[in-house]
């Protein structure tokens, strides 16, 4: 009785073992599967991957400032003409 409840046990153990490795192959199915309806949707979404948002961002900075030193660079200039004509 003994051996034949060891075996049972063995069957047992090692069905389990296989369902947790159908389970894990299951997941990672699912897992690849939801990872790339996300990645689709994403992209019919048209967004903008954050290394491009980062690099538009730091063109606006950098057009920003030289705005403000042209916009300085004008103001100089009026205000030298206008010391010239009086």
Known sequence: MTQTSNR???EIGRLMNDAAGAAQGVKREVDAVVR???ERI???L???KRE???A??????LAREENEALKARITALEAKIESGSN
Request: charged share 45%; hydrophobic share 50%.
């Open 42 to 44: 994403l992209r019919d």
């Open 52 to 54: 491009d948002f980062e």
């Open 36 to 38: 790339n309806q996300a």
């Open 56 to 61: 538009v961002k730091e063109m606006a900075r």
């Open 8 to 10: 049972f046990f063995d």
């Open 46 to 48: 048209d967004i903008v």
